[in-house]
């Protein structure tokens, strides 16, 4: 008995460093993942931190260009509208006239429709369907709740209640929920970036795209871009007169030219900051009839990063 028990003893010391060994390796792999996963995370942590710094400092420049662009004797072509301020860190101003675009409001009244049924037909509409949808765009904004035209919309062709409201568009995101609007978005998609609510409703014939400047003079499109060429090319000056642009478009003077001028007074600043990866997109409208400078509308577009959180 007492071998026996001897060889027992001796059997449990045997293993018994083998399960210390264990136990100690289990210890090393928990405590190495445990600081992988804190290297880790710190290295997050700080990559989210730069980011938000980048982030703030790109907003930084993008304002920078704001302030730059506000003044009333900044110009579009001005050197100071481009800032390189380091090697990662820039800003650069766009900086033109929200008379570019078709203020829609000022396109509803009875004098001024058939330009918009006009338009619609230039998108490859029907006379008939543009006139159902330029009156449909009316029956949303006058006060009464008589339909214009057999194939306009008013209240009991809605759905919903309280539409349409009889009262101006007050905002771009209000178009969706025109009757017959999807006819609009399968002519032209991107119909929506013709129009704007700002502006005095004059045409800027120095800022306006060649697109909207043929179909709202009834000028050939191939006229429209010679015109654009001429305001925009290495040696070129803003038009100075209705008169000449006129002549380049070849259109007579008619009522047509009364929605037009050469320098529309409602200005539309977009400022990009730049900082490392990240970038900042402001927009801005600034009124500046009076002399003194009146912001309408403030947009910031984006702030992006490729390792924003």
């Avoid at 704001?66 to 900044?74: D, N, Q």
């Avoid at 001024?112 to 006009?118: K, S, T, V």
């Avoid at 070129?236 to 009522?255: F, N, Q, R, V, Y």
Wanted: overall charge negative.
């Amino acid at each position: 008995m007492p071998i026996l028990s001897v060889k027992c003893v001796s059997q449990s010391h045997k293993h018994a460093p083998a399960s210390v060994l264990l136990a100690v390796l289990c210890l090393l792999a928990v405590l190495s993942f445990l600081i992988i996963t804190t290297a880790a995370m710190s290295r997050e942590h700080g990559e989210m931190q730069l980011a938000r710094t980048s982030m703030m400092r790109a907003r930084q420049l993008a304002e920078s260009g704001i302030a730059v662009a506000s003044h009333p004797l900044i110009q579009a072509g001005d050197p100071l509208l481009h800032n390189q301020v380091s090697a990662i860190e820039s800003f650069e101003v766009k900086l033109t006239t929200e008379e570019r675009l078709l203020n829609l409001n000022a396109l509803l009244t009875a004098e001024r429709l058939p330009l918009l049924e006009r338009i619609f037909i230039s998108w490859g509409l029907s006379l008939v369907d543009a006139q159902d949808i330029a009156s449909t765009f009316m029956d949303w904004t006058d006060a009464d709740d008589l339909k214009r035209r057999p194939g306009s919309a008013e209240s009991l062709d809605y759905q919903h209640p309280g539409l349409p409201p009889n009262r101006p568009f007050i905002s771009l995101e209000e178009l969706d929920q025109v009757a017959r609007v999807e006819e609009l978005d399968a002519a032209r998609p991107d119909w929506r970036t013709w129009f704007t609510l700002r502006g005095n409703g004059q045409l800027d014939l120095n800022t306006a795209p060649a697109e909207i400047l043929s179909a709202v003079t009834g000028a050939t499109l191939e006229s429209a871009e010679k015109l654009e060429s001429i305001r925009e090319g290495p040696d070129g000056a803003p038009l100075k007169s209705l008169e000449e642009a006129a002549a380049i478009l070849g259109i007579a003077k008619s009522d047509t030219t009364k929605l037009l001028t050469v320098q529309g007074p409602t200005r539309h600043v977009e400022s990009i900051g730049r900082a490392g990866d990240a970038h900042c997109d402001i927009a801005l409208v600034l009124d500046l009839k009076g002399g003194t400078p009146r912001m309408v509308e403030w947009k910031e577009f984006s702030v992006k990063g490729p390792r924003l959180p």
